[in-house]
Every structure is written in structure tokens, then in C-alpha cells.
């Protein structure tokens, strides 16, 4: 698969042209907490904004072009006045723009500490202009700490009862199950447990390859709704540099993959996490 702008545009114009329209996280959520059913089916476009916040708007133009709605789900270092115009122009396209957030990390598992950083960081959207409906935890698998986490503890529940998270909470709270569908690993795969850590003990994903897999899906279950997540700095216009991006990428994880069975290496493998959010 290669993460070009032409493909995305392409997976935008099938999904509309068979009347699969993407709505926001949120616009779910305030339905079902204002008591209304949440449609028997929906598609969530949903995109973990790590870095390079230009390219989440060269996708937000792509799938407002074609009458979507999608959910951006933002990390807090890039929420500044210089990336301010950046989200504005998502959002008035429709968009939601919200917090990916990774406080666990942040706090070192310390739950109060973490509550500390997120309500810090959920204002911090707010005074900008982006009010917090959902939530994403980011993932890192070179961390000790889940980030999940943090939603799964009642005090958090208690804080915040009108937020959820949408690995963790979100179907609980809509009262609809979906089927979660990802980019990870450079390909889009169903992700069998969403709301669980991957076990190592058997194969997390069932591998679509492409967006035209995703389509295949997508037509056969009818029924089924679905939350499609991609990472919009692994996009470009040059189908050369997304081949070049792909391949390093490959080369990181296979290195880090080696790296990860040395004791006590895991600290530095941080670094090879941080490099990922640039490919």
C-alpha cells in the first residue's frame, strides 16, 4: 500500500459514491448523550495528528471535497499559535478537532499527575477554540504504561463523565458495537480487539491491505459499522517518497523489533517511536 494523497482522494470519492458518509466521534457521542439513537450504522474517518499538521489538512480538504466528516485527534505539543490557522481551516471544514492524548506516559503511570496534564492540555484546546467531546489514547508500545488506562479508572469516569475515549469507552457510552479498522504497520488492518492491549499470543489483525480492501469489507457487512483510522504525515503527493518513507519504516521496526529483546534497551526505543511519527 502507499499513502498518497491520489489514494486517499480515491477511497473519499468510492465511499461517498456508495453513500458511505464519515460523521465525527462526537456527533455520535452528543446524540447518544442527549439520549438519541445512534444511527444502525455510521463510518468514523478518524486520524492520530502526531506530527506535520499540514498534511492533516491536505486530507481534510480531500474528504470534504467528497461530503465527508471526520475526526482529528491531535497531540497537545501541537496545539500552538503557529498550528492554530492549521486547525481552524479543519474545523471549518467540518471536521473535529480534538486531543490524541498519551498522559500515562506523560505522568510515568501516576494517575493524579495524569489527571493533572489532561485537564492542563483539555483547556488548553478549549481557550484555542476546539471543545473536547471525544478523546484517543496514542498507543506507544515502547512505553511501561497504557495509556487506555487513564479512561479506565473510575476517577476519570467520575471527572469526566461526558468525554470518552474511543479506544477505551466510546462504545459503551454510544451503545453501538463497530468494527475498527487501522493503518498500522503500513497497511490497513481490522484490529480484533480494539479496546484491549494487542496480545502477543495470537494475531491482532485480519490484514485488508489497501483502501480497496477496505471497500471489499465495507460492502460485504452491510451492518456493521466502522471507525477507519490513518495517520495523515504517512501521506505525500509523490508516490517515490512514500516508497522511500515506506521502506525506512520497515527498516526502523525491524531494527527496533530486534532491539525490544535486549534487557533494559526498551528506554531507547523511544527514540525509534518518535522517528515513526515522522514516516
Known amino acids: 500500500m502507499y499513502f498518497v494523497y491520489k489514494d486517499w482522494d480515491d477511497f473519499c470519492s468510492e465511499l461517498s459514491l456508495k453513500g ?56 497537545a505539543y501541537l496545539m500552538t499559535e503557529e498550528n492554530k490557522s492549521i486547525f481552524d481551516q479543519i474545523k471549518e471544514l ?65 471527572l469526566f463523565p461526558q468525554l470518552a475515549d474511543i479506544m477505551v469507552d466510546f462504545m459503551n457510552k454510544i451503545h453501538q458495537k463497530y468494527v475498527y479498522i487501522s493503518d498500522v504497520g ?18 491482532p489483525y485480519i490484514d485488508l491491505r489497501d483502501w480497496k480492501g477496505v471497500i471489499k469489507e465495507l460492502d460485504a457487512n452491510p ?3 466502522y471507525i477507519i483510522s490513518a495517520h495523515p504525515h504517512r501521506y505525500n503527493a509523490s508516490k517515490a517518497k512514500a516508497v522511500v518513507k515506506i521502506s525506512l519504516f520497515k527498516c526502523i521496526r525491524a531494527i527496533a523489533k530486534v532491539v525490544f529483546k535486549i534487557p533494559g534497551a526498551k528506554k531507547l526505543l523511544f527514540r525509534f517511536n518518535f522517528i515513526s511519527k515522522k514516516l
Request: glycine share 4%.
Open 186 to 203: 503500513m497497511s490497513f488492518k481490522i484490529v480484533k480487539d480494539p479496546l484491549n492491549p494487542i496480545s502477543e499470543s495470537e494475531e
Open 223 to 225: 451492518n456493521k459499522s
Open 20 to 75: 458511505y458518509h464519515s460523521v465525527t466521534a462526537a456527533s455520535l457521542l452528543q446524540a447518544a448523550n442527549h439520549g438519541n439513537a445512534v444511527p444502525s450504522r455510521f463510518i468514523n474517518l478518524k486520524h492520530d495528528v502526531e506530527s506535520t499538521p499540514s498534511k492533516a489538512l491536505d486530507l481534510a480538504k480531500i474528504e470534504n471535497k467528497h461530503g465527508h466528516c471526520a475526526t482529528y485527534y491531535v497531540q
Open 94 to 158: 467540518g471536521h473535529e478537532v480534538t486531543y490524541h492524548h498519551d498522559v500515562m506516559d506523560g505522568a510515568k503511570g501516576d494517575l493524579n499527575k495524569a489527571v493533572s496534564i489532561f485537564s492542563q492540555n483539555v483547556n488548553k484546546f478549549e481557550n484555542f477554540g476546539f471543545p473536547i467531546i471525544t478523546v484517543c489514547q496514542h498507543g506507544n508500545p515502547m512505553s511501561d504504561f497504557e495509556n487506555r488506562d487513564f479512561f479506565k479508572s473510575d476517577l476519570v469516569q467520575n
